[in-house]
């Protein structure tokens, strides 16, 4: 084709079943179709570039390394964030997360009042997150970043759906606490 890749119309399982061939370029589609989201969920994760870019190619390399033995259970996409979603658990064990995050761009039709205002909300609500229990902000990040279903969060984190709802449940508590308390 001219125009753009003899991959881009195959489904994510027919990629994958070239990818265990060694097709470079069915790989190549996968990773654009793939990246942003594992990034920008490892980005949420951690919040760091440079540690959530690191997550992204390990998340990919891992998805290489392991393509012959890929059996579509569950939606690829949730199958790569389960990886990425292991590999951050893995680093918060093996470092502390960096808790120093730079305040979210606010619109500039606000007034500077309500600039203000919405950034102290956005950092609290921001911080109240990254207070919650490892599985507890996966779950609400999960679902409100990345809007997967209850069923897609249990893929991912390998939980029942009950843990899905009870884990959203308690965050969500913990949160309204949290910036109730703060307000």
Do not use: W
Not at 75 to 90: E, G, Y
């Amino acid at each position: 084709m001219i125009f753009g890749s003899r991959h881009a119309k195959r489904t994510d399982a027919e990629l994958m079943a070239l990818v265990a061939k060694g097709d470079e370029k069915a790989f190549e589609e996968l990773l654009k179709r793939y990246q942003g989201v594992v990034y920008n969920f490892a980005m949420y994760m951690l919040k760091d570039p440079s540690e959530a870019e690191d997550i992204a190619q390990e998340t990919f390399l891992r998805l290489y390394k392991t393509s012959a033995a890929y059996r579509q259970k569950a939606s690829l996409k949730t199958f790569l964030l389960r990886i990425a979603k292991n590999l951050c658990i893995d680093h918060f064990r093996k470092k502390k997360p960096d808790l120093l995050n730079e305040l979210p761009e606010i619109p500039t039709e606000a007034t500077p009042l309500s600039q203000l205002e919405a950034a102290v909300s956005a950092d609290m609500l921001e911080k109240a997150i990254d207070d919650l229990p490892v599985n507890q902000r996966t779950a609400v990040l999960l679902r409100h970043m990345e809007q997967l279903s209850y069923n897609q969060i249990a893929e991912v984190m390998e939980v029942s759906l009950g843990a899905v709802e009870s884990l959203l449940v308690r965050a969500r508590r913990t949160l309204r606490a949290a910036v109730s308390e703060a307000a």
